[in-house]
């Protein structure tokens, strides 16, 4: 993995908000690989090497949580993020708008 790459996707999800949600494909985007939701995924499976990220904070293009990690939704709710169910974010009222 690019060091570089992955610190610009990174700097993005620190940049998201608390209380909001950002998906895979609009990081994606705003790194520049509008394709590249996946990539972001392998980001950040492996951010813990680069430091300290919120990357609960992202979710799939259906706000649905990160699977297997149980974790997401407690973080999430402790900062006050709307739920639709127990696996899915509402991003009609959480989205982050940048």
């Not at 060091?3 to 994606?28: F, H, K, M, R």
């Amino acid at each position: 993995m690019n060091d570089q790459l992955a610190y610009e996707i990174l700097s993005i999800v620190a940049e998201i908000p608390s209380g909001q949600v950002a998906t895979y494909g609009q990081v994606a985007a705003l790194s520049g690989h509008p394709r590249g939701a996946r990539l972001v995924g392998r980001v950040l499976r492996h951010a813990m090497l680069y430091g300290d990220f919120p990357c609960h904070r992202v979710v799939d293009h259906s706000g649905r949580l990160a699977p297997g990690w149980t974790e997401q939704a407690a973080l999430l709710a402790a900062e006050g993020v709307p739920m639709k169910d127990s696996a899915h974010v509402n991003l009609k009222l959480c989205r982050w708008a940048p």
